[in-house]
């Protein structure tokens, strides 16, 4: 990451197109079988907007699985990336709080856990409960 990013707290991580998620209550519906191309394990979308409260993070892991988290660092609020090839997410700030895949702060300014979410497959889907 750029030192220019970073001080602009502009992360690597790109959004999910609206038309491949819905919130319905406090269920997101993600549209695995819709997406053009798989996630890459290690990689990660988040999800904004679209009546959700707070933006959300899915990773899918290096060991294939999804996880959700909220996505804002819990020490001034900045986005969050995965750390490429480890199972750890950091902030896109410069600070760069990390956090473990249980969502635990690691290292960094933070001083808190970030939410994650439970996370189940369904016809193909993902459904996150917020
Ligand atoms: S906002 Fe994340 S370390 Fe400051």
Redesign the pocket.
Known sequence: MSIFKAVL?ICETKPLGSNLWSLEGSKVQVKLSQMPEPLPKGGAVYLRGGGLSKPVLLLRTEDDRYLAFEDR??????K?DPVPGEAKLR???????TYDLEGKNIS???KMPITRYAVEQSDGDLIITL
């Open positions: 707290g660092c819990t020490h001034f609020g900045r969050i902030c896109c700030s410069l600070f760069h709080s960094g300014a933070a």
